[in-house]
């Protein structure tokens, strides 16, 4: 598939929601592709970006930004605290804010800096024990304690779980979204993203689907 089939089905899926076009954000999903692969895409205008390691994308992106005006990074992976500064000095956005501990690095690190990221809370809709997020029954008082540090956050992410439907996950998400009173949904992968879209996704991540399989 293409980037443009991508926007097709995206610019698709905004208009069957009643949604204006141009609503959602596609984050073309770089991780472990090949230099040539993504600057292929740039070359055809793409300029939002998801990468999950801080290491591999500080490799990539300041020379890539040497060539390319206006690229804007997405940090979607787990990130670790003696990680967390790199991840703020190269990225506009963190979707991956998965503990008090890592909130408090970030606050810390905002007020070092003089500026933040924008900030997803990542919320474990499944509550798969291997993986990252804050529970659902604790992301009400986490989105509290976030905004009492001051930080930037804009909204909440999930992955749900392989074998499940994914639209219970992102109901699940809006609907904590909602009552916390937060506008991004970061939610939606290659294989849904039109799902997603119908149930509010501002950012959906897509790799497979526009760099193909990954070598």
Known sequence: MSLSEIRTRIAKAEADAGRPAGDVTLIAVSKMQPDDRVEEVLKEGQRVFGE???????????????????????????????????????????????????ATTLARLAQEIGSCP???????????????GILPADADAFVAECRGLDLPVQGLMCIPPVEEEAALHFALLAKIAERN???????????????????????????????????
């Open 52 to 102: 999950n390691r801080v290491q591999e994308a500080a490799g990539k992106w300041p020379m890539f930004r040497e060539t390319y005006d206006g690229i804007e990074l997405h940090i979607i992976g787990p990130l670790q605290t003696n990680k967390a500064r790199q991840a703020m000095e190269l990225a506009q956005a963190i979707h991956s804010v998965d503990r008090p501990k890592l």
């Open 118 to 132: 924008e900030l997803y809370i990542q919320v474990n809709t499944g509550e798969e024990p291997q993986k990252a």
């Open 181 to 215: 009173g937060l506008a991004g949904l970061s939610m939606g992968m290659s294989g849904d993203f039109e799902k997603a879209i119908s149930f509010g996704a501002t950012h959906v991540r897509v790799g497979s689907a526009i760099f193909g399989a990954r070598d």
